[in-house]
């Protein structure tokens, strides 16, 4: 069974891109009748907040992006690095940006786990973009210096154990897919399909974010914003008509044949 997964980050109220994102994730997965888990992602428990995972939780059930199970929280889980090539690295950012890094060859007593990457060149599908190629531009932290996991590690390990086999998430996260994929292969687990949305710009040209605070779900709906006027805005950004989520079958077919979402998308602003 194909099973997909919407994964919030608890640190801000979801807003019309993330709805966007969830929206395709939530197509993709129903038009083949699969299973979608809700997968709250806080790690950064700097900056993540029970009250905002609640809040999230009521914003998915509104907009019509139900979930079938939630699994645990990222807080509450273990992560290794077993299986990786690794190293030691006590560089500040700054360091290893100038090239001071000498960790490679002589680890150091403490500090944050970097995965040793052997790739020069990493290729991956995207069912939206196509063909993908990164360069890793360094060896990705795995483990920060806290003891915290980091987003590649943790993300390929729940993924692997939920069991998702599609990934479908925004167009910001289509770089860092690369150090992911060379996870699964290091690790010989199968991959997961993958599907970035591009990103929903804002009028000022820049990605939505919280300082375009009136797109914040919450704050459409206070102001009086129907679920129908919210979908009637962005299903045609995801290549059909409509207001209804469940009226959007067929554009769930045009996802899984890959053929979603015109390519200047990403330039195209909301009005
Ligand atoms: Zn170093």
């Known amino acids: 069974m194909q099973r997909g997964r919407l994964a919030p980050t608890p640190s801000g109220h979801l807003h019309l891109g993330n709805a966007l994102a969830f929206g395709a994730a939530w197509l993709s997965v129903r038009a083949v009748q699969g299973e979608l888990l809700l997968r709250i992602e806080d790690l950064d428990r700097g900056r993540s907040r029970p009250e905002i995972a609640d809040a999230q939780r009521r914003d998915l059930e509104w907009l019509g992006l139900h979930w079938d199970r939630e699994v645990p929280a990222q807080s509450t889980r273990a992560y290794t690095t077993k299986g990786l090539p690794t190293y030691l690295c006590d560089c500040s950012r700054k360091q290893r940006l100038a090239g001071g890094c000498v960790h490679r060859k002589a680890p150091a007593e403490s500090g944050a786990v970097r995965l040793r990457s052997g790739r020069a060149l990493i290729h991956f599908s995207d069912r ?76 000022d040209g820049r990605k939505l974010s919280k300082s375009h605070g009136s797109t914040e779900i919450r704050a459409l709906r206070a102001a009086g914003v129907s679920q129908e006027q919210i979908w009637g805005a962005l299903l045609p950004l995801l290549g059909c008509a409509g207001d209804s989520l469940e009226g959007a079958g067929f554009v769930a077919a045009r996802v899984q044949g890959g053929a979603l979402l015109s390519p200047d998308l990403s330039k195209r602003e909301l009005s």
């Open 128 to 203: 939206a973009q196509g063909p993908q190629a990164f360069v890793p531009d360094q060896d990705a932290m795995l483990v920060r210096r806290d003891g915290e996991a980091g987003y590649p590690l943790a993300v390929v390990i729940d993924d692997h154990r939920d069991g998702v086999t599609e990934v479908v998430r925004g167009g910001d996260l289509l770089e860092p897919t690369a150090v992911q994929v060379e996870l699964y292969e290091l690790l010989s687990w199968a991959q997961p399909s993958w599907l970035h949305v591009p990103l929903l710009l804002g009028p």
